[in-house]
């Protein structure tokens, strides 16, 4: 089992950026994917990024390409969303996510996930 806590989260206006992190805890996170996801009220969850295990793949939703970065610190099971040039349509609860199988490449459907976070607000005024 493995347990995720996303921080980091908060109001801040558009143009400026945000750090989120996410802390696993239980079994070790190293092996597997790690993504984030968003939902905003009355929308679907949309995917927003994902890196493999060694950090050295990464995808993104077309909505944040160029503007959020993905990392992992392995060791310190954590995984790190970097989010700039924030724009009102970024407003959502943000997930972290850990799939539990070993994959060798980023995979993007929240159908592969099977450890999420609580999740973070994250408010972009405008």
């Known amino acids: 089992q493995v347990q995720l806590v996303e921080s980091g989260g908060g109001l801040v206006q558009a143009g400026g950026s945000l750090r989120l992190s996410c802390a696993a805890s239980g079994r070790t996170f190293v092996r597997y994917v790690m993504g984030w996801f968003r939902q905003a009220p009355e929308k679907e969850r949309e995917f927003v990024a994902a890196v493999t295990w060694s950090g050295t793949s990464a995808a993104y939703g077309d909505s944040v390409k160029g503007r959020f970065t993905i990392s992992r610190d392995n060791a310190k099971n954590t995984a790190y969303l970097q989010m700039n040039s924030l724009i009102p349509e970024d407003t959502a609860i943000y997930y972290c996510?850990?799939?539990?199988?070993?994959?060798?490449?980023?995979?993007?459907?929240?159908?592969?996930?099977?450890?999420w976070g609580q999740g973070t607000q994250v408010t972009v005024s405008s």
């Open positions: 996510a850990a799939t539990s199988r070993i994959y060798s490449r980023v995979v993007t459907g929240s159908d592969d996930y099977s450890y």
